[in-house]
Antibody, heavy 119, light 110 residues
Framework: QVQLQESGPGLVKPSETLSLTCTVSGGSIRSYYWTWMRQSPGKGLDWIGY???????NYNPSLKRRVTISVDTFKNQFSLELRSVTAADTAVYYC?????????????WGQGTMVTVSS | QSALTQPPSVSGSPGQSVTISCTGT?????????VSWYQQPPGTAPKLMIYEVSNRPSGVPDRFSGSKSDNTASLTISGLQAEDEGDYYC??????????FGGGTKLTVL
């Protein structure tokens, strides 16, 4: 049974870089669309972007200039880097897997990790 | 990309049916058969309930059904149960090959 687990700092200073890792257990990271999403406190879900195992990526246009998603196949992990953060980036960050062959339906999610941007 | 439009809240009594709407545009919901629905109980990660408008993943009860007409998709929950309470989100593929979510709907079982 595939499981995802996010990890990374819970507190990031304004203007710095938010870095999170998602570890995939119980299955291979090869294939599938590996995706990051976030949810600001009391708000809805935002799609951040994905990394497809072929190397293709796609990002939310509003975050594109600041985001990079990458995959480490040897460690079975994928990562999120969000640069120049502000308080508006405070959110619960989720990693998720696109259901087989799909980039837009997410069948397995991590539990989420809260990241606060504050000095 | 603008968020899809959902009603902030819906409610129903046990055993009844409720429908949650999700309105987009011709750049997302209206042009693709790729609408998904997620259930999110408080403090937990979302769970996929419907994909590609009307398909249920394994393990999702057939009380949950989805449909679409033009730019509006709908999730219907029949035979409402207390465990169905939570927030529900729709999402859609877009013309930019990105994903856009709705603002969420809080379902209360009376």
């Amino acid at each position: 049974q595939v499981q995802l687990q996010e990890s990374g700092p819970g507190l990031v200073k304004p203007s710095e870089t938010l870095s999170l890792t998602c570890t995939v257990s119980g299955g291979s990271i090869r294939s599938y669309y590996w995706t990051w999403m976030r949810q600001s406190p009391g708000k809805g879900l935002d799609w951040i972007g994905y990394f497809y195992y072929t190397g293709n990526t796609n990002y939310n246009p509003s975050l594109k200039r600041r985001v990079t998603i990458s995959v480490d196949t040897f460690k079975n992990q994928f990562s999120l880097e969000l640069r120049s953060v502000t308080a508006a980036d405070t959110a619960v960050y989720y990693c998720a897997r696109g259901s087989p062959g799909r980039s837009d339906a997410f069948d397995i999610w991590g539990q989420g990790t809260m990241v606060t941007v504050s000095s | 990309q603008s968020a899809l439009t959902q009603p902030p809240s819906v409610s129903g009594s046990p055993g009844q049916s409720v429908t949650i709407s999700c309105t987009g545009t011709s750049s997302d919901v209206g042009s693709y058969h790729r609408v998904s629905w997620y259930q999110q109980p408080p403090g937990t990660a979302p769970k996929l309930m419907i994909y590609e408008v009307s398909n249920r993943p394994s393990g999702v009860p057939d009380r949950f059904s989805g449909s679409k007409s033009d730019n509006t998709a709908s999730l219907t929950i029949s035979g409402l149960q207390a465990e169905d309470e939570g927030d529900y989100y729709c999402s859609s593929h877009t013309s930019s090959s990105t994903v856009v979510f709705g603002g969420g709907t809080k379902l209360t079982v009376l």
